[in-house]
């Protein structure tokens, strides 16, 4: 009986032991997690607080910038935000303030930054965004990073997104998302060219796609666009839709501006007005267009089915995709020497290059004969084209030179016959990595 009991006695401590095992190995899992959990905690708050400590902040005319940029960066964006600033207060300069401005901007180098920082500050989840205008109850401002992206993607950001701050302060919550789109778009096609903003401009990327849907009777009808709430504009975006509804309500906007020789522009003005006084969309829409919707909207399909692509907005997202195309050729050690040598060099690759814009992605493929050429527009006395030529490599220490050998650098290419301006892309070396990026410069 003692055995038995004794061995009763063992076995039980053998369970209760069992158990407390487990039971410690529960705790310590939860443990472990509570600990990272709280270490990611204090890495994002830290991560957060360090950009926010080094980066400086100055008053540059109507903005208050916030940016960790390089001097000559930092410089370009905050002009270039006080010129889109000028162009929306000309355009819209019949409306009131009605909610005091806050124009804050902040301008990341770093996507990581960027992403920590608007969690952790500003509760934002900028998860698959080049840039936003945000207002939360801890603060609202232009927010954007610039990490590996060419300097014309992030000017249409910043001139999409600075237009709804603007509007912020005009409409409050009282603009329908078709028109705030639209305008967005309307001012971030646009180009800035010598400090001037040239509206307008749009590539075959966005007027094709309306006139597909025009073809295609798929466009959406003028009455569900003026109706349309936020959600349903989100909603879009995750079924793919998203595409047509910005370059649509760009369209829209492009005809009251442009459209019959500007014979809408006046009737444009009052609908804004109408709206910043939070009149309903429709209503206001009629009041100022007419009771039946329908005959302008044929109007305006008509008007959309003649676009014309632009010249020069064409040729800078083309640019972009012919240098991303040079630049995976030198990873491959291949140098064309002529325009024609580089067009057969991107097609024997396979070559593509994925833009994204309000996450709508486009792929832009070598097997596409057009993304060779320019379209021609009413700005250009003769046929615009790309021009390549060897890099002019001249006055090189033997460093440079040195680094030239071991990397050399990629052929310049640019435009000939392009108005107003020339186009051509600019190739900086790392020369601690010994690795490229480029910025496409107006000649």
């Known amino acids: 009986m003692a055995k038995r009991m004794l061995g009763a006695e063992i076995l039980s401590g053998r369970v209760v032991s069992s158990r ?30 360090s950009w926010w400590d080094r980066s400086p902040q100055q008053q540059v005319g109507h903005y208050t910038i916030k940016a960790d940029l390089p001097p000559d960066e930092a410089r370009h964006i905050a002009k270039h935000l006080n010129i889109m600033y000028d162009a929306y207060t000309h355009r819209l300069a019949s409306l009131r303030i009605r909610v005091d401005e806050h124009m804050n901007v902040y301008a990341f180098q770093s996507r990581q930054d960027y992403l920590i920082t608007l969690r952790a500050r500003f509760g934002v989840n900028a998860a698959g965004s080049g840039g936003m205008f945000f207002t939360t109850s801890a603060g609202s401002g232009l927010a954007f990073w610039t990490e590996g992206l060419p300097i014309r993607r992030v000017e249409h950001v910043i001139q999409h997104e600075g237009f709804h701050q603007f509007a912020s302060s005009r409409f409050g919550d009282d603009l329908p998302i078709w028109v705030n789109e639209g305008l967005a778009e309307f001012f971030g096609e646009g ?32 009455p569900t666009m003026l109706a349309m709430s936020n959600k349903q504009w989100g909603n879009a975006l995750q079924d793919g839709s998203a595409a047509l509804q910005y370059h649509q309500a760009w369209s829209m906007v492009h005809f009251l501006v442009h459209g019959d020789d500007g014979k809408y522009v006046a009737p444009f003005e009052k609908y804004l007005k109408m709206l910043a006084n939070a009149h309903p969309s429709e209503d206001a829409f009629k009041q100022c267009f007419g009771e039946d919707i329908g005959p302008f ?53 396979g070559f593509s290059h994925e833009i994204s814009t309000h996450g709508v992605a486009t792929k832009l493929s070598a097997a596409d004969d057009a993304i060779f050429t320019i379209p021609m527009d009413d700005l250009c006395p003769a046929q615009p084209a790309f ?43 790392d020369d601690k990595a010994n690795t490229f990026r480029y910025e496409l410069d107006v000649k």
């Open 191 to 222: 180009v800035v060219v010598d400090g001037t903003l040239v509206l307008g401009q749009s590539t075959p990327r966005v007027i094709d796609t309306v006139k597909e849907a025009i073809e295609l009777n798929t466009t959406i009808p003028f």
């Open 297 to 349: 909207e044929e109007r305006w399909k008509k008007y959309a089915a003649a676009a014309r692509p632009s010249a020069f907005v064409s040729a800078l997202e083309r640019l972009e995709f012919l240098a991303e195309g040079a630049l995976e050729l030198a990873r491959q050690k291949k140098y064309p020497a002529t325009f024609d040598e580089l067009k057969t060099m991107l097609r024997e690759i």
């Open 20 to 49: 407390a095992l487990k039971s410690l190995s529960v705790l310590s899992v939860i443990s472990v997690v509570l600990f990272l959990s709280r270490l990611g905690q204090a890495q994002e708050r830290q991560a957060q607080l």
């Open 387 to 429: 021009t390549l030529a060897p890099p002019k490599l001249t006055g090189l220490t033997r460093r440079q030179r040195h680094l030239e050998d071991q990397n050399p650098t990629p052929p310049n290419i640019g435009t000939e016959n392009l108005k107003p301006r020339g186009l051509a892309v600019k190739w900086i070396r």
